[in-house]
């Protein structure tokens, strides 16, 4: 008998406020056509002071959940992909478990970058392989803009706010669900995108806060670089995994960072635009979030059918990298 762990929700929160392109113009010394040319960002959504990572989290956990027409008490587990916990402890997951219900849950928060959602997605489904659990929440979720410095232009038009959950439950003897997952991190990389400040490498002082050492740093051409390559290999390693070619691929839901990576795989792959999601130009990088938001997206616009092979697929900080190849259907 195969267990397998299946789609059987999705929901998505992103926040009502805009920031535009022009909006930036006045913040930082910057230009529309810049921000289109380099990135295809034209908005992005941000969060308010009122709004955290959890309660975005938990509203995206809710519509997750009644897609999967099953209740917060029905989850075994909460897996909660975050860069951006409300605090660094107690966890996102513990937020999100006593925002939902009363009921304790157990869960924890995982940290991987911006490939965070596609390390949840292989850890639930080993999980739910184990025969121990059966209904799994996994989130991603993150308000990058709280540690967004909006002094530095060559970041500050990146990023937005969002969340993502799926409820994954076992299937047993079924076709759908996750067919296999490809993981990655190489630490040598790990000064292009950091959060210098706030860790037991160096604790907040007044002198980390004045020069700016909690925000998010980033080197654009070598992650750049480094995506270019990445995004391809975590295609074709978890199609490989799962016996499958990328002519195999219906649907590729590629995290959203730059819409000039998205275009390399897609020259390198010779797809047709039916066969990727790109949403990248409202809602800019949203982490962990961006493939929840692309994936509903395309659901929603009717272009996911039953035995579609769909993959999944992120890099980020640490670096790391990955892929989920998933046969759309419950
Ligand atoms: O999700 C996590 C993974 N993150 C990523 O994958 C991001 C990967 N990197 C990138 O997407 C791109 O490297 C960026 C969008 C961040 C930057 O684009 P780029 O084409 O690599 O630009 P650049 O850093 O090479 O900068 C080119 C020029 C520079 O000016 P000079 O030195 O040529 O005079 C920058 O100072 O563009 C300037 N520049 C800007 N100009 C206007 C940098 N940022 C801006 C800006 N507006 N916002």
Redesign the pocket.
């Given at each position: 008998m195969i267990t397998r762990a299946v789609v059987a929700g999705l929901g998505t929160y992103v926040p009502e406020a805009v920031l535009t392109n022009q909006d930036l113009e006045k913040i930082?010394?910057?230009?529309d056509e810049?921000?289109v040319t380099?990135?295809g960002i034209r908005e992005r959504h941000i969060a308010g002071n009122d709004e955290t990572t959890s309660s975005m989290a938990t509203e995206a956990s809710r519509r997750a959940l009644r897609d999967a027409k099953i209740t917060a008490e029905d989850l075994d587990f909460i897996v909660c992909a975050t860069n951006t916990p409300d605090t660094i402890f107690p966890s996102t997951a513990a937020r999100v478990q006593h925002q939902l219900t009363e009921k304790p849950i157990p869960g924890f928060d995982l940290q991987a970058?911006?490939t965070g959602l596609i390390y949840g997605m292989e850890t639930a489904s080993a999980l739910i392989k184990s025969g121990k659990y059966r209904n799994i929440l996994v989130i991603g979720a993150d308000k990058l803009t709280s540690i967004t410095d909006y002094e530095d232009?060559?970041t500050a038009?990146?990023f937005g706010d969002a969340a993502g959950a799926f409820v994954l439950q076992a299937n047993d003897n079924t076709e759908f669900g996750i067919l296999s997952s490809y993981l990655q991190a190489d630490g040598r990389g790990g000064d292009l995108?950091i959060q210098p400040g706030g860790g037991s490498l160096m604790p907040a002082s007044k002198e980390s806060v004045e020069t700016r050492q909690h925000y998010l740093k980033?080197n654009?051409?070598e992650?750049?670089r480094f995506?270019v390559k990445a995004l391809p290999e975590a295609v074709e390693e978890g199609l490989k995994r799962a016996g499958l070619e990328v002519g195999d691929m219906d649907l590729l839901v590629p995290?959203q960072?730059?819409l000039r990576?998205i275009d390399a795989a897609v020259r390198r792959f010779e797809l047709s635009p039916e066969r990727v999601v790109i949403n990248i130009d409202r809602y800019g990088?949203t982490?962990v979030a961006t493939i929840p938001l692309a994936l509903q997206e395309a659901r929603m616009e009717g272009r996911l059918h039953d035995g579609d092979v769909v993959v999944l697929c992120a890099?980020?900080?640490g670096l790391t990298w990955g892929s989920n190849v998933i046969r759309w259907g419950r």
């Open positions: 930082v010394e910057t230009s810049w921000i380099r990135t970058g911006c232009r060559t038009v990146l995108l980033m654009g051409n992650t750049f995506a995290h960072a730059n990576i990088n982490s890099f980020g900080a």
